[in-house]
């Protein structure tokens, strides 16, 4: 699948659900592509992009930004509190804020540095041992923590687990949002994102289906 096929299936899962095209974010997640799979998207005018991994962003992304103007960088992958300040000075969005500790880390940083990336809390919809995430019983009270820290809080982010429905977990993640007055979606990825948008996402994640499969060495 190309870049204008994806474009072309948001336009149409927007008309079809009265949805604004332009209100969809679409992040083309490039987590280990080669450098060329890159530059070939962006050459087609494309400029968020999300990485997974803080050491991987600053090996790659201060370089395209030098040769491409308007690149906007989303952190789409778990954060340790030692690469905070790194991921703060190369992200503009990190999606996946989900523990105190974390949030301690990010608005200490913000007063050094004057600014701080835009922030999705992530909710562990699924409530999965191994992923990260705070459980949906306790987002409202993690929202009100990261508000009080005076923070740049624009939404929620999920990811279903892999063996259920997903719109059941997006459906949920849009209910927090909305009970906590939160109008950033961060959810759906190649395989799901159409019924991601259905359900009101505002960020879709989209790797493989606009690279190619991933080639982990």
Not at 6 to 21: F, L, M, N, S, V
Not at 84 to 98: G, K, N, P
Request: glycine share 8%.
């Amino acid at each position: 699948m190309s870049l204008p096929e994806i474009k072309a299936r948001i336009a149409k899962t927007c008309e079809q659900t009265g949805r604004d095209p332009a209100d969809i974010s679409l992040i083309a997640v490039s987590k280990v592509q080669p450098d060329d799979r890159v530059a070939a998207v962006l050459d087609q005018g494309h400029r968020v992009f999300g990485e997974n991994k803080v050491q991987e962003a600053a090996g790659k992304w201060p370089a395209f930004r030098e040769r491409y103007d308007g690149i906007t960088l989303h952190l789409i992958g778990p954060l340790q509190t030692n690469k905070v300040r790194q991921a703060m000075e190369l992200a503009d969005v990190i999606h996946t804020l989900d523990r105190p500790k974390l949030a301690g880390a990010i608005a200490r940083h913000a007063q050094d540095l004057g600014s701080c990336p835009d922030l999705f809390v992530q909710v562990n919809t699924g409530e999965e041992p191994q992923k990260s995430g705070v459980l949906p019983a306790e987002a409202d009270a993690f929202v009100t923590e990261v508000r009080a820290l005076d923070l740049p809080l624009k939404g929620l982010m999920c990811i279903p687990p892999v063996d259920e429905e997903p719109s059941l977990h997006f459906a949920l993640l849009a209910k927090i949002a909305a009970r906590n007055g939160l109008t950033g979606l961060s959810m759906g990825m190649s395989g799901d994102f159409e019924q991601a948008i259905a359900l009101g996402a505002t960020h879709i994640r989209v790797g493989s289906a606009i690279f190619g499969e991933r080639v982990y060495r």
